[in-house]
């Protein structure tokens, strides 16, 4: 059995959703889809806030590039569900706060930038957009 992508832990009524991929935090299929998955969650739930982690020094390093290079019909789709992501956290009705301890690069960023506020560990994460 595979691990997965979000885990959910609630402290209180806070729900914090831990990304972990294994690798750099890639948004791809799978991650987009754990992610609102998360999401739609912890809304059925009723928590009074998120909190959107990484795992292990990391946040996330963009859209998935080997998706990319399945041509266009797949990079278009790919970057459709990460426009859904990316406003679904921007429209969540409750407070979503990222706490970054990693690289937040290209579609990174902009999945950093669509929360309520942003925590970084002090000299443990970049920003950086192409």
Sequence with gaps: MSKPLVTIENDDNVTILHW???????????????LLEAL???EAAGADAVVLS????KY?????????KEGNEAARGMLAR???LFMRLYLFPRPVVTAC???AIAA??????CTDLRVGAQGKF????P
Excluded at 60 to 68: K, P, Q, R
Excluded at 126 to 129: A, H, Q
């Design 20 to 34: 972990d991929d294994g690798k750099a935090n890639v948004l791809g299929y799978p991650g987009i889809a754990a």
């Design 40 to 42: 739609d969650e912890v």
């Design 54 to 57: 990484g795992q292990a020094g």
């Design 60 to 68: 996330c390093a963009g859209f998935d590039l080997a998706v990319m």
């Design 82 to 84: 990460g426009v859904d």
């Design 101 to 103: 301890t990693g690289h």
């Design 108 to 113: 990174g960023a902009i999945l950093l930038m």
């Design 126 to 129: 970049k920003i950086g957009l």
